[in-house]
């Protein structure tokens, strides 16, 4: 739960705290895509552009239900998956060699 901060020294605190647990759980999914990498059949699975747009609706109405923008969790949702892509593409190139 957000904190009232009474300086921007503790806004700064309170954001390296939350960037620090939000790249944590970047790291478990990085786990997953890993994992997900052996199931998929070609790259064209690998890239899955109906199950991107899945995770996008579904994350935009995260962000409604949780009070976020959910313009920015689309934008950074996008990102994500798109690196998380090319993770995936080279896990998976190497699996099939």
């Known amino acids: 739960m957000a904190v009232n901060c009474e300086s921007l020294e503790h806004v700064r605190e309170q954001i390296d705290g939350?960037?620090?647990?939000?790249?944590?759980?970047?790291?478990e999914r990085g786990v997953y895509v890993s994992q997900a990498a052996r199931f998929k059949k070609d790259s064209n699975a690998v890239r899955a552009p109906q199950r991107v747009e899945q995770v996008i609706n579904k994350v935009r109405g995260l962000a409604d239900e949780l009070g976020a923008n959910p313009e920015v969790a689309e934008a950074v949702y996008r990102a994500m998956i798109a690196g998380f892509i090319q993770q995936e593409l080279a896990e998976h190139s190497a699996l099939t060699r």
Request: zero cysteines.
């Open 18 to 27: 939350l960037d620090r647990q939000i790249i944590s759980l970047l790291a």
